[in-house]
């Protein structure tokens, strides 16, 4: 714990300053030189304080470094949080010492004693949190996907997360791969509101993660390259549609070109997809496949199969793409995103889904890409703009694929 001269030095004196203390609850702000001593303001602090603020204090969310000129609570509140330490109040004088120039109130050190102390306890509730989702692992007789096992492992032992969320998201996230694991333990299937109820098994604890639902599901997905319906959660509320134009064959269903067709995730899970076409586009936006599901001459010229992505690679996408990747004959893979950061991010995606089969990127000044990194180094020097600014037509859409 500092004390409060402590404190003041640390946040109130700047380079040169110094701080005394002149009564039990007022201090001296002092600047002195070889030939000079001035005084600077004074500072209303008391000489000792109390780490427990009510809540009307919390909520003004004071940081070290805040000044505010005025509080949104009572002069009474003010007055008792200047005597417990919460609060205190900076004065500063104009060049002669004495005639108040600015007055402010900041946080105090009973205040950020408290954040402090609410600082490492989380910190210490996460870790141990942290290490309750890594034995619930260890200690699991279920057999998951590996990838899905490694992916939770780096997300515990990294100190930055790799999609940068917040402290809270992240911790929520935790707390739902936990929940997830000890209901996986007793039941091979269920249902993504199932999650939070048995975990806290609260009123309203079904409720928990419906706000992260759709980033902790794109999330798994992603770490394990399949609907999230493979490791059990057979339902989140609602069912991911896939968009196409082309032929499309699986055990149950056969699609031919000739309008826009959609499958779901539930259909990919069942079905084992094949496709006679010979050229795959990848597309961001659906105002692309349908404009060029209209030409029907050049999806059978070219043999053509394009799916639409929809501005995020589902694991339904991942799943349908890497079965036709690998159970097709396919001889190239298009691959035409918006030109932002997002666009950058969906094509990187959708590359790793290709296997070995050669990959185009298409940009937005009728050039064509064969690697990604020639993709990226030259997206992140043009401006921001969408696929649908040079969308072309057949004769230009058959010199990216000869090119």
């Known amino acids: 714990m500092k004390t409060v ?13 110094s ?20 005084v600077l303001g004074n ?6 304080y109390d780490v427990h603020p009510p809540s009307d204090i919390l909520r003004l969310q004071l940081k070290p470094n805040s000044k505010k000129t005025s509080l949104a609570i009572s002069s009474k509140l003010i007055q008792e949080a200047l005597r417990k330490g919460w609060l205190i109040q900076e004065i500063r004088f104009k060049s002669d010492g004495r005639t108040p120039h600015s ?3 900041r946080m105090g050190p009973g205040l950020e004693e408290y954040e402090r102390v609410k600082k490492l306890e989380a910190m210490e509730a996460d870790d141990l949190l942290r290490q309750t989702l890594l034995q619930e692992i260890e200690k699991s007789n279920i057999q998951f996907p590996l990838l899905f096992i490694r992916h939770i492992n780096d997300f515990v032992v990294d100190t930055k ?18 929940a997830y694991l000890q209901l996986r333990n007793q039941q091979s299937q269920m249902e993504f509101k199932e999650i939070g109820a048995t975990y806290f098994r609260r009123i309203g604890g079904s409720k928990v993660f419906d706000s992260y639902r759709d980033d902790f599901i794109r999330r798994i997905e992603k770490w394990i390259d399949a609907p999230i319906s493979e490791i059990g959660i057979v339902s989140t509320g609602s069912i991911v549609p896939i968009f196409f134009t082309g032929n499309l064959t699986g055990q149950l269903s056969h699609y031919s ?25 990848l597309v961001e936006n659906r105002a692309v496949l349908t404009r060029m599901a209209r030409e029907l001459d050049f999806l059978a010229d ?28 396919i001889q190239q893979i298009v691959i035409w995103v918006d030109y932002d950061a997002a666009g950058r991010i969906i094509a990187r995606d959708l590359a790793e889904l290709t296997e070995e089969i050669s990959v185009r990127f298409i940009g937005n000044e009728r050039n064509v890409f064969t690697s990604y990194q020639e993709y990226l180094e030259w997206s992140e020097t043009v401006p921001e703009a969408e696929q ?10 058959r010199k990216w694929i000869n090119k």
Request: hydrophobic share 40%; aromatic share 10%.
């Open 5 to 17: 001269k402590e404190f003041l030095e640390t946040y109130i004196c700047k380079a040169g300053e």
């Open 19 to 38: 701080i005394q203390q002149i009564s039990e609850s007022e201090w001296e702000i002092q600047k002195w030189t070889v030939r000079t001593y001035k």
């Open 43 to 48: 500072v209303l602090a008391a000489g000792e």
């Open 103 to 105: 007055t402010v109130f």
């Open 161 to 178: 997360d790799e999609e940068s969320w917040g402290k809270e998201k992240v911790r929520k996230f935790t707390e739902f791969l936990l």
């Open 257 to 281: 070109a000739g309008t826009v067709h959609a499958t779901t995730e539930i259909a990919v899970m069942d079905e084992i997809y094949v496709t006679d076409a010979e050229v795959v586009w």
């Open 302 to 329: 070219t043999s053509s199969l394009i799916i639409g992505v929809d501005g995020q690679v589902r694991g339904a996408h991942r799943k349908l793409i890497q079965q036709i990747c690998r159970n097709s004959s």
């Open 388 to 397: 649908e600014m040079t969308l072309g037509g057949p004769e230009e859409w």
